[in-house]
C-alpha cells in the first residue's frame, strides 16, 4: 500500500458470468463503503475481459468478486491470467459467494488470497483487507 498510505484503499467488486443475482455483490459494496473504502461497483455479468480492464482503468488495490453461478473455478482462472498479462497480478483478489468448500484450496492455488463464503461478516472482509494492505481501521 506504499502509493496509498495516505489515501483510500479502492476495492472493485464485480459480479462475473450469467448469474443475475447481485445482491450479496450490493451488500458487500455497501459495506465496505461504510468501512471507509472506496469501492467501485461493475454491475452484472462482467466477462474476465471486463474485470481486468476495469481493475486497471481504476487503479484498484482490491478485486472482489461475487460467483454464485459455480463457474467460479474457470472465471478465476481466465482472470488471473489477465491480469498477469496486464502487468496487475499483484492485486489482491477475493473471492465470494456459493464456493464449495473443496475448491477453495483451488482458488487460493491460482493466487485467490481470501475465499469468503455465506455468512461472513462484512468486518471480516474490511479486516482481512486491511490487514493484507497494511492499514489500519481508519485510514482506509
Not at 31 to 55: H, M
Not at 60 to 74: F, K, P, R
Not at 77 to 102: A, F, Q, T
Not at 115 to 138: H, P
Amino acid at each position: 500500500m506504499d502509493t496509498r498510505e495516505k489515501a483510500r484503499a479502492r476495492v472493485l467488486i464485480a459480479k462475473p458470468g450469467l448469474d443475475g443475482h447481485d445482491q450479496g455483490a450490493k451488500v458487500i459494496a455497501y459495506g465496505l463503503k461504510d468501512a471507509g473504502f472506496e469501492v467501485i461497483y461493475t454491475g452484472l455479468r462482467r466477462t474476465p475481459e471486463d474485470i481486468a480492464n476495469a481493475a486497471l482503468d481504476e487503479d484498484v488495490d482490491v478485486i472482489g468478486l461475487s460467483i454464485l453461478s459455480g463457474a467460479h473455478l474457470s472465471i478465476v482462472k481466465r482472470l488471473m491470467g489477465l491480469l498477469r498479462e496486464k502487468g496487475i497480478g499483484d492485486k489482491l483478489v477475493l473471492v465470494g459467494g456459493i464456493i464449495p468448500e473443496e475448491d477453495i484450496p483451488k482458488l487460493k492455488e491460482m493466487g485467490v488470497a481470501e475465499v469468503f463464503v455465506s455468512g461472513t461478516y462484512i468486518s471480516q472482509v474490511a479486516d482481512f483487507i486491511r490487514e493484507k494492505l497494511g492499514i489500519s481501521g481508519g485510514d482506509s
